[in-house]
């Protein structure tokens, strides 16, 4: 069984064609893009609910998984994961704004409501994309800001995460497909866990050991 | 440097190595993702390579989540034998902007 070259070259081709790839290319990006959201608030979750322990109690001794060797990693990837995200993020954009099909303007990109095109799903759009920027650019200025504006901000994070969530789930005309429902559920079953699993962990009392453990072992990315 | 600290130091260059290759390999899995979802929704959704609406009467499809009951190839009269292979399964955006106005001569072929 043969392929017939002849007759998909038509259809390599057009897959190829230039609009046609940036409007994949906003699809799969988008997607991306909340799959890192998501792994980023699950890790600040992960990161401020952990807890310190070691196996003697005292704070010194060998450490559990929940140490602060382990903290520091998570806390590292908190800071990458979400870097990646913005990446991803602008590349959504530029795509978006670039293969002009429908009529979103850079400016759109970033002022909520302001497109003729699905403004309100656009706009959460436009709102997720400049909460992210400003966690993330808090984040990087942190050294040079007070703990609490620091925090205040970071809260925020909590917020984009749902917006662009339903951001995808509104303008989307691909969420529909099976597997992008699942990816969607997925994230949304993920992510409840993780703040059950905070709550519940914030409520047990804090033991000695805990206390004793150091408190600035990284950069102190306590969501 | 004492040798327990410098064993502390150790391990934490090490946590920081460990941190830039999980993230590297984050990285790279996030464009590996990019690249099957973008496959994927070419090979679920028609895209817009095909005729987009004419006018917002002529859009088929409640909203954002048409499912595209119509076929994608359903707006124009293209010729049989340049039809989309997705047709019967998501519809492009409904919205027809106003700066990209249909060519006259434009068809669903090869879409």
Do not use: K
Not at chain 1, 122 to 136: I, N, T, Y
Not at chain 1, 138 to 156: D, E, F, G, K, Q
Request: include cysteine; charge should be positive; charged fraction near 10%.
């Amino acid at each position: 069984m043969g392929i017939d070259l002849s007759a998909a070259a038509p259809h390599l081709v057009a897959a190829a064609a230039a609009p046609r790839a940036l409007w994949y290319a906003t699809r799969a990006t988008g997607v991306v893009a909340l799959l890192l959201l998501t792994g980023t608030v699950l890790l600040g979750i992960a990161g401020a609910g952990w807890p310190r322990r070691d196996q003697d109690g005292t704070g010194h001794g060998p450490q559990r998984p929940g140490g602060p060797m382990t903290r520091l990693v998570v806390a590292g990837l908190h800071r990458n994961v979400p870097l990646l995200a913005v990446i991803f993020v602008a590349v959504h954009v530029l795509t978006t704004v670039i293969d002009g099909y429908v009529p979103i303007s850079l400016v759109s990109a970033f002022l909520p409501f302001s497109s003729p095109y699905r403004t309100f799903w656009l706009g959460l759009g436009a709102v997720a994309s400049d909460l992210l920027l400003a966690v993330v650019a808090t984040s990087l200025v942190r050294p040079w800001l007070r703990y609490r504006a620091w925090r205040a901000v970071h809260w925020l994070a909590y917020v984009c995460w749902p917006v662009a969530l339903a951001h995808g789930l509104g303008t989307g005309t691909d969420t529909r497909l099976p597997w992008m429902l699942l990816l969607e559920a997925a994230s949304v079953l993920a992510v409840a866990t993780a703040v059950v699993w905070r709550l519940a962990n914030s409520r047990r009392p804090r033991t000695l050991a805990q206390s004793a453990a150091p408190a600035r072992i990284t950069s102190g990315d306590r969501s | 440097m004492p040798e327990h600290a410098r064993a502390a130091a150790r391990q934490r260059d090490d946590r920081l190595a460990l941190i830039g290759r999980i993230t590297t390999g984050i990285a790279g899995s996030a464009m590996a993702a990019a690249l099957t979802f973008a496959a994927a929704f070419a090979h679920a959704i028609p895209g817009h390579a095909g005729p987009p609406p004419t006018s917002p009467a002529g859009v088929s499809g409640p909203g954002p989540s048409s499912t595209g009951s119509a076929p994608a190839g359903g707006t124009s009269s293209a010729p049989a034998g340049g039809t989309d292979q997705h047709t019967g399964q998501l519809a492009p955006p409904p919205q027809h902007p106003a700066a990209t106005q249909a060519p006259s001569q434009a068809t669903s072929g090869g879409s």
